[in-house]
């Protein structure tokens, strides 16, 4: 009977744990560092040819590095795109919320998606850290 109690509780703290966090996975922790991961959150958000996911890196509040994922964006325009993402790099996760990133001549619709993705993960972290 008291293993009995004492199962029954890890399961019910376990299952408080568990319901306490998003059940989508997308902030992880790593030491110190938050990371938003926006697969599930920005599927929606598409570039030219498809969704456009991104990582974003936070400690302190800040965003420390923000990395393109896999997609289907073509290799050239992707590469002119992913140059933007180091303008939220070192700025609070409020400031880089609200900044202005204007698109990249000759990938607006992928640079637009990667800005929409970062910003779209910024408010879920704040939302759920």
């Known amino acids: 009977m008291k293993n009995l109690k004492t199962v029954l ?3 019910l703290v376990a299952a408080f744990l568990m319901s306490a966090m998003p059940g989508d996975n997308a902030i992880t ?3 110190a560092t938050v990371i938003v991961n926006t697969e599930s959150i920005g599927k ?7 969704a ?3 990582k974003i ?3 302190k509040d800040k965003v420390v590095k923000v990395e393109a994922l896999k997609n289907q964006e073509g290799p050239k325009y992707m ?3 992913k140059k933007l993402l180091t303008k939220f790099e070192g700025k609070s996760v409020q400031k880089a919320r609200k900044q202005k990133v204007d698109a990249v001549t000759g990938a607006t619709f992928t640079s637009e998606a990667l800005v929409k993705n970062v910003k779209k993960g ?3 972290y704040q939302k759920n850290k």
């Open 52 to 54: 456009t996911p991104v």
């Open 122 to 124: 910024l408010e879920y």
């Open 44 to 50: 929606s958000i598409k570039g030219y040819a498809g």
């Open 57 to 59: 890196f936070i400690e």
């Open 29 to 31: 922790r790593e030491g």
């Open 79 to 81: 590469a002119k795109a």
């Open 9 to 11: 509780g890890a399961v």
